[in-house]
């Protein structure tokens, strides 16, 4: 019964910048993870970067150095932000959240499109 909405992306050119949000709806106390995923045409889900309800951020190798995940947990909200980006990063992002061993919910993903 969690909600997810996403919001944020959209088209830009190689090298620029996109800042994708997620606002999380719903009763619960705190979560386990907070992540984003991508999912490029041809290719299976992946993960991109995840937060831990303690602050410990992991990411993929492919993004380091240039995503960066964060959240407001006044707002319940989640945060991409995305810089430097290659045609590469095209995909749908989705949005997830781990609230607990069998609570996992999905955002219905959201557009980025890397191109010149």
């Known amino acids: 019964q969690v909600q997810l909405v996403e919001s944020g992306g959209g088209l830009v050119q190689p090298g620029g910048s996109l800042r994708l949000s997620c606002a999380v709806s719903?009763?619960?106390?705190?979560?386990?993870?907070m992540g984003w995923y991508r999912q490029a045409p041809g290719k299976q889900r992946e993960p991109v970067a995840v937060?831990?309800?303690?602050?410990?951020?992991n990411y993929a190798d492919s993004v380091k150095g240039r995503f960066t995940i964060s959240t407001d947990n006044a707002k319940n909200t989640v945060y991409l932000q995305m810089n430097s980006l290659k045609p590469e990063d095209t995909a749908v992002y989705y949005c997830?959240?781990?609230?607990?061993?069998?609570?996992?919910?999905w955002g219905q993903g959201t557009q980025v499109t890397v191109s010149s």
């Open positions: 719903g009763s619960f106390f705190r979560f386990n993870t």
């Open positions: 937060i831990t309800n303690g602050g410990t951020t």
């Open positions: 997830k959240v781990v609230i607990s061993v069998n609570q996992n919910y």
